[in-house]
């Protein structure tokens, strides 16, 4: 279930419940409830877009265990649409751009390549996704998905978020 956030952190923000109890121990979140989840705020984007012609900065935030800031044990995933892009995602799409600019390729199609060429951080695929150790970690145990080939939210298929569920619960 998607609902509206009563504290909304950005022009839209809503919070998906994943399930219909308030607390699920980790061997309780399924790949139908994450990809679910997945697939409600995609719909939300996708409806968004036709409606909103400012560039829409989309974030998927899921912190219902402490390492991530919850204050509750809870199965509910956020997602904040804003037209302005929050500090990280900016730095992120200058970054990319750059390096779009100086080596005519794309960023995250080089840098799975390098990854499995180099097999040091990579972890595994799950469908187009590539999981990697991250280089420089910004949180506790983090991880980085990285699709092979859609870069905004709305163009991923019901089997990219099934498989970035997949990869999730598994990573």
Known sequence: ??????????????????????????????LDLIADAFLAMRELVVSLY????SPLYVTVNANCLFPAGASLMHPHVQIL??????????????????????????YHQDLIQSELANAERYIAQTGA???LCVYAQLGSNEILGVHESCDDFPEF??????????GCLKH
């Open 50 to 53: 036709r409606q909103d012609t």
């Open 81 to 106: 649409i804003t037209s302005l892009p929050y500090t990280q995602q900016a730095s992120l799409v200058q970054a990319c751009h750059h390096y779009f600019v100086d080596h005519a390729t794309a």
């Open 1 to 30: 279930m998607l609902f509206p956030s009563l504290f909304a952190l950005g022009k839209y923000h809503a919070v998906a419940a994943v399930s219909r109890a308030h607390f699920l121990e980790l061997h309780q979140f399924t």
């Open 157 to 166: 298929d019901e089997n990219d978020l099934t498989a970035l569920a997949d």
């Open 129 to 131: 996704w590539h999981w």
